[in-house]
């Protein structure tokens, strides 16, 4: 049986490895109290002792051994608990007191008592004393018996105890209530994450609102997820288009074909027949080319391979090129271009953007239509207008023109391909320019706006 | 004219193949870049037709081995390659002309026979003559006869691509390209308009026009036989 998920995860190894610093660090802290604690109790002690026996020396005013046994027997009577006294001759005999006999080693010394202590039942105690060399050869030795120290390191230690139980508990169950809030972010994700692998690409991870890394993250993913449903959805869109848009010229194509077979023509018929299936094949390859062309603009979306380019040039150049064209069917083009637009772009693709915006305007303005081209440099960029005063575009349709093969004739008699405004977003988007479709009452105005040549 | 046609295609090559034998040209085929590189070197041609994608050298490098090597002869792509740059990446190695796969035959046709006659016909002179129609390009003026013809720049690059090709077949596309820099098909019929222009000034009076329409190919400038 594997270990419940909380275990396994990092965060709750990171809680674990956390609290363990914490309580070694309580650990260390208590040592150094008790260490440092005991230490003050037993230097208070040897200075008591150091001074009970200083008084008990001018007491027996450094008389004879009988001197002080008097002073010490007189100091036992009164001797509160804890307080122990022994003086000794030079044979080790005990002379008074109220402990046992100790080697005479002059300085500090402790022992456990032998005899039960009253303030303690039920424990032997130690004392801890000094001995001094008296009246010539004897010895005497005063000590108090470590109650107090003992107390003190118990009441340490109890609070130790609870202060260390209290910290790893409440470690462990921050740990448990962090992991799991954190476990509960991160399953989320990856629960969305699997329902997507499954198919539905609508999930999207919940974004809890709290403003934390965990909902940048969620917003950032869901961010990717739109663009990602958005571009399935248009290769969805364009895949079926694409198959809708070519099976009426190919049916048409077999048609004709056919019909071709079947009859028993004339060789001018059927080369007549044959020719107007190579046109129908031209056009289906124009769709084609089309359609390549603008997955490569798309796929080209670094702006490697661009370069300085005079915009004013090719557009007065579109101006020259189309003003004929105009003229011919009755319809008036004019241009107005200030000098030195640079931008950076394409030197080929450019032309194609304002030749498709042109032709179009041409194409779908009857006789006595006035066409104008603009530019204009503003304070963040380039706008270039190509505005007609034609029958223009309807609002509900200015989003879905840029859609490939959305035409808004949707009998398709006209001989476009229905990719000419992609083709033209595709452009505009390789160049960073934003691309705007305007009433010109009446009218179409195009707007596209270049940045500067340093803001890109 | 000898070409020679590096193709891995077997049903491209035997279509472009038997298509300019048709038109008079001897064709040779090579099926792999290393082996045309070979022929290209070994031989004396007038034209080369190379694909850029092909089995172990590819065409592009083809090109450039060649131009490294100071072999000047004429090289055409012949490719399915359009992408955006792949036209200029092909001429930059060296490569006179870049036609795109799917091609209509006499688009083919007329480029072979623009790219074949260059080096006979270069010549260094800056008047251009057809009939009594005469351009000077240094002058940047044009007489028919005694009358001087006033034209826009635009028809005026038109007249001397058209001059330049004289006798030769030149497609919408080829002057597309050449006089207008266009590199992708414009709806509109710019190239038909900006020729009946051209001739209805050429054609003041009762001269013959000098400006043939081919059918379902394109336009030939030389005197009416």
Known sequence: MSLPRIFRTSIFRLTLLYAGLFSLSVLVLFVAIFWFGSGYVESQIDQSVTNELAEIQSRAAFGDLDHYREVIDSYVERAPSGVYYVLENSGGEVLAGNMQGVEPVVGIQSFALKVPSERHPGEVLGVRGRGIQVAGDGYLYVGLDNFELIKMREMIAGFFLWGFAATISLAIMGGFL??????????AISSTSREIVAGDLSQRVPVRGVGDEFDHLASSLNTMLDRITGLMESMRQVSSDIAH??????????????????????VEQLHEALDRSIE????????????????????????????????????????????????ERGQRLEVSIPDGLIVLGDRELLPQLFSNLTENAIRHCPAGAKIRIDALRVLDGIVVSVSDNGSGIPPEFRT??????????SSRTNDGTGLGLSLVAAIASLHHASIELLDNHPGLRVKLKFPLLNAI | MRILLIEDDPETASYVAH?????????????????????????SWDLLIVDRMLP????????????????????????????VGDRVSGLNAGADDYLVKPFAFAELVARVNALGRRPQEMSLG????????????????????????????????????????????VTRSMLL?????????????????????????????????????????????????
């Open chain 1, 178 to 187: 962090m992991s799991q809030s954190l476990l509960r972010s991160v399953e």
């Open chain 1, 245 to 266: 848009d070519l099976r009426t010229p190919l049916s048409r194509l077999r048609q004709r074909l056919e019909l071709a077979r079947r009859r028993e023509d004339s």
């Open chain 1, 280 to 327: 129908d094949v031209d056009a289906i390859l124009d769709t084609f080319t089309a359609l390549l062309r603008i997955a490569q603009i798309e796929a080209h979306t670094n702006a490697t391979g661009l370069s300085h380019v005079d915009l004013s040039e090719v557009l007065n150049e579109m101006g020259e090129v189309y003003q004929s064209v105009a003229e």
């Open chain 1, 400 to 409: 879905k023109v840029f859609q490939r093969f959305f035409q808004m004739d």
């Open chain 2, 19 to 43: 298509g300019l034998q048709d038109e008079g040209h001897q064709l040779n085929v090579a099926l792999d870049g290393r082996e045309g590189l070979d022929q290209a070197r070994e031989n």
């Open chain 2, 56 to 83: 172990r050298l590819d065409g592009l490098t083809l090109v450039k081995t060649l131009r490294t090597d100071d072999v000047k002869t004429p090289v055409l792509f012949l490719t399915t390659m359009g992408g």
């Open chain 2, 126 to 169: 800056t008047v251009l003559r057809v009939g009594d129609l005469e351009l000077d390009l240094m002058g940047r003026s044009v007489r028919r006869g005694d009358t001087s013809i006033e034209l826009q720049p635009r028809e005026f690059r038109l007249l001397a691509y058209l001059m330049r090709h004289a006798g030769e077949t």
């Open chain 2, 177 to 225: 390209e050449n006089v207008w820099d266009f590199h992708f098909d414009p709806r509109t019929n710019i190239v038909e308009t900006h020729i009946s222009r051209l001739r209805a000034k050429l054609n003041k009076g009762d001269s013959p026009d000098l400006i043939h329409t081919v059918r379902g190919a394109g336009y030939s400038i030389h005197e009416s036989a």
